[in-house]
Each structure stands twice: as structure tokens, then as C-alpha cells.
């Protein structure tokens, strides 16, 4: 009888007192056996990862279709996967654990928006033409932006310098594409936002922070007026828009202490003067 080691496989009526590896037979005839191998879960979700997480993919050991199949020499299976940008996935031990049967794949190193698709390959060491895959496939999904803005929330005078900063924002993917930011500015009293030295602040406010000296109410009219700026960030289809609010107050008026500022809930509740603000009311 044919010793072990790769075989091309018996035919009809071959006789025998053993099958080679990956064959089974009844004394009189050796059958070819069927490698058996399965994804069994992953962390996709209705065919979609987050890809700022770690996510995971696990694979059941592969194994043969009948018990009387020829094994002694094991069997070994790897892990391959590409993307629909073009991109082969190099998959090491060291960061996936490619060598065991739960695939692991880290945070932010998948394409971002491609469709992954991820093969566990198998084959009998004693024979390779036993072999078989099993396959998966899911989107790597971006999450959305979380805008933030440091400062705001607070009283000011005429003296008081006020700095808002965008740049906190966050971009859970973090995502090579520079973010781009968009401040708007309003009144309570419907007059336009302006500095100190009555210059119009600019409509259009692209910069990551904004530093200003705020001008007060008009004379005769109440003591205090309260700006609200407004923060849009965006990257690509993603964007996301957050708020704060600065109290003017005038020479006589009185000290009002903290004012509210949204939270990520959007209900009001006071916030200290350099604490961060942010909306999770996210567009795109």
C-alpha cells in the first residue's frame, strides 16, 4: 500500500490495506476525503466594522468529513485578505495573530470605506491537494466626527480676551484628511458679532481657534448680550457641529457667574470656562 505523503490519488478499485493521507476506504477502495473549514463569527455587523476598533475575526479548526480519513500528519491554514482599493493585507502574527484561528485586526489599519474580504485557507500537510476555504466579507466603516470646542461657557468684559479652540475636535478614524473647521457667530439682541474696535467679525471663520475681544451692548440698552459661536467641522462627507456661548457684560452689569452650555445631550447646564463643549447632533 502506498505509503504517506502527497498522492494523486487511487482509482476505481485500487486495493488497499491503508489510504494515503486524505483518504478513506473500506479495504477494497480508497475514497477522496473533504477538508471542512468555517468562519464561524466575526465582529461585522450587518456586513460592516467599525474601523477605529479592534475588530475580529474567528475560524473553526478544519477537519475532515469523515472519521475514518487518512491524518497522521495534521493539518496547517492560513489567513489571506484584500480590499476594493487594491490593497493585499499583510497579516503577521505579531499584530493579527494570522498563526491562530481568531484573526485579530487592529484599530485605524484597515482601508477606510473598502470592502474587506478575508480568507482562512487549509490544507492537509500530508497531502496539499486536500485543501479548502472559507471566506468573509464587510465594509470597514468610518464613524462620525466628534466636535469640540475648549473655552467658551463663560462672562467677559470689555478687557477680557476670549480664546475658543476647534482643534480638540476629534476623528475617532484618524483619518490622514486634513479637518477643516467653519465658525459662525451670533447675537441674542440680533445685532451683528463684533470686537471691541466695532470691527464686523469675518462670516466666514475657517481657522481651528478664534481670538477675540467682544464688543458690549449698545448704550441705553441692557447690560449684558450674549454671543453664540458655533463650530462645524468636517472631513470629506463627514461633518459634525457643536456650540458655546459667551456673556458680554457691560461696565455696571452685574456678575452672573457660569451660563448654560449645551451638553451632548443638548439640555443646559453650567460648564467652567475652560472645560469642552460639544453636540453629538452629527451630519453626513
Known sequence: APGPGPSPGPGLGFTCGSCPEG??????????????????????????????QTNQVIGKLPGLDHPECVNTLGTTFQWEGTDSAGKVLELT??????????????????????????????????NPQVKSEARTEFLAELQDLVALIKGGGMDATEQS????????????????????????CSRDDGLDCRDTSGTLLSSRLTTSALEYQLQGAPEGNPYIVQYTFELTV???????STSTTITRRGPAAPSLGDHPAHSAHGESKPEAATGLFRRNDSVG
Request: aromatic share 4%; with cysteine; proline share 3%.
Open 161 to 184: 480676551t476670549i480664546l475658543l479652540d476647534g482643534s480638540v475636535s476629534l476623528d475617532p478614524d484618524e483619518e490622514a484628511t486634513p479637518m477643516s473647521y467653519r465658525w459662525r
Open 234 to 240: 468636517s472631513k470629506g462627507y463627514r461633518s459634525s
Open 93 to 126: 502574527k505579531e499584530a493579527n495573530k494570522a498563526n491562530t484561528l481568531k484573526l485579530l485586526l487592529p484599530a485605524n489599519t484597515l482601508t477606510a470605506s473598502a470592502s474587506v474580504t478575508l480568507k482562512l485557507k487549509a490544507h492537509l500537510l500530508g
Open 23 to 52: 483518504y478513506r476506504g473500506d479495504g477494497i477502495s480508497c475514497t477522496e476525503c473533504a477538508l471542512q473549514v468555517e468562519i464561524v463569527s466575526s465582529t461585522a455587523v450587518e456586513g460592516k466594522v467599525q474601523r477605529s
